[in-house]
């Protein structure tokens, strides 16, 4: 239960209104809102699925992130971060913020980095000294890429999954296309499946060391 102190510090309306995706989403951030009083650093990130990608790096790394005092905030979708930022202004001032963001919502993220004081980065280079990383073009293609289509469909073999993704492979829409493309939409075409497989193929990559360079880098930051 939320102490009167996080209470004033995160009202009602950071839950009303500013958050997007499912119940699951929701649940999640108000979790996560309810431990930043007592936070060393908080990381922002854009939903769940990235939580668990953290998460799982972090475990694989043998690193505890709950118990380094570092939260991770799923927002429920990039073009919250403002909001988000805002609301952990009141926080003490040794308290860190960091991030983790796509590619198309870097132009979101400096703007909201921006407009609440907290930098004006101007480019990656600047956003990453202030503790935010971008992920190219997403986390599920970061991810793809590192291990190869190879791994990534050897990975869905052992989960039961190969047979659903060659089906989706014979699609008009997609056939011919090149494998990793068809990785990419099939794991984003379920979110359920796309917040399984973030703390599976994290596990893999943590075991090949092939860890992608935003979450490796973020980890390295925190």
């Known amino acids: 239960m939320a102490t009167t102190r996080q209470a004033d510090a995160f009202p009602a309306d950071a839950l009303d209104g500013h958050l997007g995706g499912n119940g699951a989403s929701i649940r999640a951030t108000a979790r996560a809102l309810a431990k930043v009083e007592s936070a060393v650093a908080v990381v922002l990130v854009e939903g769940i699925s990235d939580q668990a990608a953290l998460e799982t790096a972090a475990m694989g790394r043998g690193r505890d992130l709950e118990a380094e005092g570092v939260v991770i905030v799923p927002m429920g979708g990039a073009h919250a971060i403002g909001h988000f930022l805002a609301r952990l202004a009141p926080l003490a001032p040794g308290v860190r913020r960091a991030g983790l ?62 047979r659903s993704f ?57």
């Open 101 to 162: 963001c796509d590619m198309r919502e870097e132009v979101v993220f400096r703007r909201g980095l921006e407009a609440t004081e907290v930098g004006s980065p101007r480019t990656r280079s600047d956003m990453e000294r202030l503790g935010f990383y971008v992920c190219v073009k997403d986390l599920e293609d970061e991810l793809i890429r590192a291990l190869g289509a190879a791994e990534v469909e050897a990975l869905f073999d052992s989960q039961g999954d190969l």
């Open 166 to 222: 060659r089906s989706f492979q014979s699609q008009p829409a997609w056939r011919g296309r090149p494998p990793e493309a068809q990785l990419w939409r099939f794991l984003r075409s379920s979110s359920r499946r796309n917040q399984r497989y973030a703390r599976l193929l994290v596990e893999l990559a943590v075991a090949r060391d092939r860890l992608p360079r935003p979450l490796d880098a973020l980890l390295t930051h925190l």
